[in-house]
């Protein structure tokens, strides 16, 4: 068994009095705070999470919130994305760079009103980032993290019990947009959002105080729903084709390398810092990708890069950075960087695990 040990540069949530009620058996460290990653076990939180309801402590998606009359200005030199069409009340996922086109996260920005966003994070210290470009430009805008701590609710019945505990009107919400609503005389913003494939809401609760009042309420309001304290699950992660930033992409990676050109717009995101790096890339597209895999045999946990080879043996083509078993699919699924000389589906290639080599097939697509 492997133990955190606890001290104050490991911060526990508003949530965290909840999880541990609730029996939380493992834990990560994510942007130096506590995510639970398994209450009764993996494969039965995947079952669960895909028939039922969950609420996921996700207060370790830390909020870098921007305001100033020159916030739209510094949101836009952290993305390839063009923000142009942002109105508040939207919710958009956009890749940040650096200034060579290097990804530093993929968070969802919120857009609170026209001088001020909310950027949920993945794990990586972007405030640092942010902050030193709002200062060395000297533009007219505050950077921080507030005290805000997201709370997730997942699953098919999601819908049910938030409007058990917010109204009937969340259920008005469209996909990444976001609403204002009361919980015991607080105003809470309620977006359409979530690390799951299986819909649901996120919660963005202001205050501390306030994270056990509204789990409580939760769990109580979803008792005849089978709710349970759940937490971003692996199969169905990976299932979905959600990326893990540190895992599947990092800074050595494009935006485009991560499968993410969609959601850029290099030509026309003036101001980008990343701009000038990602125009070539994106007009003659990458040299390597993500790509899923289905992987054969009992592969041990992938805690480590696995080397993906060409099926011959010969050369090293691609890595793989995710692999569960997939109870539904009765396989293992995988997601991998992989070189466009393998990149089609229905391509054969090995991966090298720590328990040796097992036969690989490039997928078309994602499973969900």
Same mark, same amino acid.
């Given at each position: 068994?492997?133990?955190?040990?606890?001290?104050?540069?490991?911060?526990?949530?508003?949530?965290?009095?909840?999880?541990?009620?609730?029996?939380?058996?493992?834990?990560?460290?994510?942007?130096?705070?506590?995510?639970?990653?398994?209450?009764?076990?993996?494969?039965?939180?995947?079952?669960?999470?895909?028939?039922?309801?969950?609420?996921?402590?996700?207060?370790?998606?830390?909020?870098?919130?921007?305001?100033?009359?020159?916030?739209?200005?510094?949101?836009?030199?952290?993305?390839?994305?063009?923000?142009?069409?942002?109105?508040?009340?939207?919710?958009?996922?956009?890749?940040?760079?650096?200034?060579?086109?290097?990804?530093?996260?993929?968070?969802?920005?919120?857009?609170?009103?026209?001088?001020?966003?909310?950027?949920?994070?993945?794990?990586?210290?972007?405030?640092?980032?942010?902050?030193?470009?709002?200062?060395?430009?000297?533009?007219?805008?505050?950077?921080?993290?507030?005290?805000?701590?997201?709370?997730?609710?997942?699953?098919?019945?999601?819908?049910?019990?938030?409007?058990?505990?917010?109204?009937?009107?969340?259920?008005?919400?469209?996909?990444?947009?976001?609403?204002?609503?009361?919980?015991?005389?607080?105003?809470?913003?309620?977006?359409?959002?979530?690390?799951?494939?299986?819909?649901?809401?996120?919660?963005?609760?202001?205050?501390?105080?306030?994270?056990?009042?509204?789990?409580?309420?939760?769990?109580?309001?979803?008792?005849?729903?089978?709710?349970?304290?759940?937490?971003?699950?692996?199969?169905?992660?990976?299932?979905?084709?959600?990326?893990?930033?540190?895992?599947?992409?990092?800074?050595?990676?494009?935006? $485009?390398?991560?499968?993410?050109?969609?959601?850029?717009?290099?030509?026309?995101?003036?101001?980008?810092?990343?701009?000038?790096?990602?125009?070539?890339?994106?007009?003659?597209?990458?040299?390597?990708?993500?790509?899923?895999?289905?992987?054969?045999?009992?592969?041990?946990?992938?805690?480590?890069?696995?080397?993906?080879?060409?099926?011959?043996?010969?050369?090293?083509?691609?890595?793989?950075?995710?692999?569960?078993?997939?109870?539904?699919?009765?396989?293992?699924?995988?997601?991998?960087?992989?070189?466009?000389? $393998?990149?089609?589906?229905?391509?054969?290639?090995?991966?090298?695990?720590?328990?040796?080599?097992?036969?690989?097939?490039?997928?078309?697509?994602?499973?969900?």
């Amino acid at each position: 068994m492997v133990i955190i040990a606890g001290s104050r540069r490991i911060r526990r949530t508003p949530f965290s009095d909840g999880v541990e009620a609730f029996g939380v058996k493992g834990y990560t460290v994510y942007n130096h705070m506590l995510l639970p990653t398994v209450f009764r076990s993996v494969e039965e939180d995947y079952h669960h999470l895909k028939s039922a309801v969950q609420v996921w402590d996700v207060a370790v998606e830390r909020q870098v919130e921007i305001r100033g009359p020159d916030a739209a200005r510094l949101m836009q030199m952290l993305t390839p994305r063009d923000l142009r069409a942002m109105q508040p009340g939207m919710c958009y996922y956009v890749p940040m760079v650096d200034e060579t086109g290097g990804m530093l996260n993929d968070p969802v920005a919120v857009m609170i009103a026209e001088d001020r966003y909310w950027v949920s994070i993945a794990d990586s210290d972007l405030l640092f980032w942010v902050k030193g470009l709002a200062y060395g430009l000297r533009l007219d805008v505050l950077v921080d993290e507030p005290d805000v701590s997201p709370l997730a609710i997942q699953g098919p019945k999601a819908d049910e019990l938030a409007a058990r505990v917010f109204g009937d009107k969340v259920k008005d919400l469209k996909f990444f947009r976001f609403g204002r609503f009361d919980f015991m005389g607080q105003d809470m913003i309620v977006a359409r959002s979530g690390y799951s494939k299986q819909g649901g809401f996120e919660v963005y609760v202001e205050g501390g105080k306030n994270g056990m009042p509204l789990w409580n309420a939760l769990m109580e309001a979803g008792k005849d729903l089978d709710v349970h304290a759940g937490c971003p699950n692996v199969i169905e992660r990976i299932e979905g084709g959600l990326l893990s930033y540190g895992n599947d992409m990092t800074r050595d990676n494009t935006p $485009h390398e991560a499968g993410l050109g969609r959601f850029c717009s290099t030509e026309t995101a003036i101001g980008c810092v990343g701009r000038d790096a990602l125009l070539r890339v994106s007009k003659e597209g990458p040299v390597k990708q993500i790509r899923g895999l289905r992987i054969e045999g009992s592969v041990p946990p992938c805690d480590r890069a696995w080397p993906i080879m060409d099926a011959d043996g010969q050369y090293q083509i691609g890595a793989v950075t995710s692999a569960a078993w997939s109870p539904d699919f009765e396989t293992n699924v995988a997601i991998g960087m992989v070189r466009m000389t $393998h990149w089609d589906p229905r391509t054969d290639v090995d991966v090298v695990t720590q328990a040796g080599v097992f036969p690989a097939v490039v997928q078309e697509t994602f499973w969900i």
